[in-house]
Each structure stands twice: as structure tokens, then as C-alpha cells.
């Protein structure tokens, strides 16, 4: 390498690690897909993505055409507590939010907001009998369509699951979800942990869902830690990664956007996270096709309608071993199975996901 470019490389990256330390904000573009609000009621709202003007989109480094063809059943997208919206439109060119519509989707999402601990003893039946059901009510009101598409991601997709079966919601036209656990003591090592922490809890007599939902209040910034602890090797590589590509000005901007997402989680309320982490952790009720919403219980064989799941080949969240079991749980004969790469985040929003997982996603919703 001559002298000339080893400079002009080495003012690249000074320039390129300046703003992306100092002058981060300038480099995200996630968010930027204009919606209105459609539902809000206290905390939660429900967008509604407006129609793109363009008559093509940047996926990646391919070119989408907007299809003129508009899908009659809207599609909402059920998002997880404790993220941010970020990740459905983390970039123009790598943005669920903007392929959907591409594809001819009414896109609707659903965001939880930014629980506080005056929220702290919110629970899921909160979250499943009285929030889901008005959000799906006002995307009914503002479509003029009783028929809904609902896609979950992680804690989303049980959500939906959840509430398809205990309302037995026949307007419901077909569910896809990402990196949702259903065994989730079949989630490797740490599914195993927690089989044996369910054993000692039980041994002690200790109803875990008796702990108070305040002292189990997690906020935002422990929500950040606690992530990147599930992989500590991912975590410390992809900072290695931004080291070495520091000269490459897209790379920067993609790590800044990513960090956007992943650097900002919300806090989860107390409830919610005992009654997510007693059901599927603890007591892994969903691998046996039930899931208790306060004192009701909803039975998946009620679920009817498509059922698509999806894991991600690397997720260490949520594993494919323990995503797999949502075709056995489900009462609907048209349940389907795929395997995409990308870990729990990457199955969102993964440089791989438009050609993969968000495909299939689209060919399945149109079959």
C-alpha cells in the first residue's frame, strides 16, 4: 500500500471513529419511516406505517420494486417488551417495516413504550387480556378489516400465540413468529440451568410467581447489560469489528445504527417478567401447549388458523431446539417450521434476513 493511500486510510478511520464516538446521533437513520398513531392509551400505542412514495427500495444492495398490489388483510406487527421501535426500521435499505409495504402489507406495530416503575406491577394478563385486545381493536376500527395477520418477534410472538387462544379469535388469518421459546428447557446449556433452578425452587417450596413484581422491576440500562452478558464474545467481537473496519464509512454507520437499537432497551415491568420468566423458563408450560394468563389458561390446540414459526440458526437467546415444538403445541393443521440464520436480533433486522427470513415470511402470508 503506497504512502498516499495508507494516509488517506488512516484520515478515513481518525475522521469515521470521531463521529462515531462523538457524533453518533448524525449517523443513525433508524426510525425514519414516517407512521401516524392510530391507538394510544396510556404508555402503548399502535402505529400505522404510511404508504412509501417511492416506486422502489433499497434492500441491501438489491432494488425492490413497490408493488401495486395491495394486500387486503393488514398485518400487525407485535413487538416484545423492553426494546426500542428501532429495529423494525433500523436502516432505509434494511428496514422490515419498509419491505413489508414493498410487498404490498398494511403495516401496522404495536409499541409498548417506556415502562417506568409506576408500572412495575403490570403483568402479561395486563398485556394480553386488556392491551392487546384494544390495540387489535383500534387496527379493526382504522383498517375497516376484522381480519388480522399477526407477526410476533420473541415475547411478541407469545403474546399472539397466547391471545389467539385463549379469546379463540377466528379473525385471526395467520400467525408468523421469530425466536419464540415454547421448550424452553430445551434451550441449550442455559435452558438446562434453568430445569435445575426449577427443581431447587420447587425443592424449597418457593412459588417464584409470588415474588413481588417490584423487586423485579428491571430497567432499561440492566436490560443493556444483562443482553450482552448472553454473549459476551459477540459483544466484545463486534467492537473488534468496528476497530478494523473503522475506515469503511457504511460499516461505521451500521454498527452506529445497531447500537441505536441495542443501547437503548426499555425496562421491563415486574409482573410481566415473572409471569415470562415462571412460563417458559421455570416452569415451561408452553411445551406442553399452555400458557396461564392470571387465572385463566390458554391452550394452544385452540389455535386454529397457519401457524409459521421461525428461529434463528445462531440464536442463543432462544434456540432452534426450543423454537421448534410451536408446529406440536398448536391445534392448527397448517403449521410450518424455518430455519433462517442470524441470531435473536439478527433474525429482525440481519444483513441476511430480506433474502431469507423476511421471504419467507412474505411467501407464506401470500400462500
Known sequence: MSTALSLRRISR???????????SESMVRAGLQPFELVHQSGIHSVRHYLPLAE???????????????????????????????????????????????????????????KPTRK???????????????????????????KKLNLQGWSMGGGMALAYTALFQD????????????????????IGQQYKRLAHLLKSARINFRKVPAKLLYTPGWANVIGFKLLDPVGSLKGYWNLVTQLHDREFVAQHANQAAFIDSLEAYPGGALRDWFASIWLENETA?????VGKAVANFKDINCPVLGIAGKSDNLANVACCKPITKVVGSEQSEFF????????IMSGKESPNTIWAKTVSWLNS
Open 170 to 189: 377466528e379473525n385471526i388469518n395467520k400467525i408468523v413468529t421469530f425466536g419464540t421459546p415454547i421448550d424452553g428447557h430445551a434451550n441449550g446449556a
Open 339 to 346: 430455519i433462517g440464520p442470524g441470531g435473536h436480533i439478527g
Open 13 to 23: 478511520m481518525s475522521s469515521n471513529g470521531w463521529d462515531r464516538l462523538f457524533k
Open 288 to 292: 406442553h401447549g399452555h400458557f396461564k
Open 55 to 113: 416506486e422502489s427500495i433499497a434492500v441491501g444492495d438489491q432494488t425492490l420494486p413497490v408493488s401495486k398490489k395491495r394486500n387486503k388483510i393488514p398485518l400487525v406487527l407485535i413487538a416484545p417488551l423492553a426494546v426500542n421501535m428501532y429495529v423494525y426500521d433500523l436502516l432505509p435499505e434494511r428496514s422490515f417495516v419498509r419491505y413489508l409495504m414493498a410487498q404490498g402489507f398494511d403495516v401496522y406495530l404495536i409499541d409498548w413504550g
Open 119 to 145: 408500572q412495575a406491577g403490570l403483568t402479561l394478563e395486563h398485556y394480553i387480556k386488556d392491551f392487546l385486545p384494544a390495540c387489535l381493536n383500534a387496527v379493526r376500527e382504522h383498517s375497516g378489516s
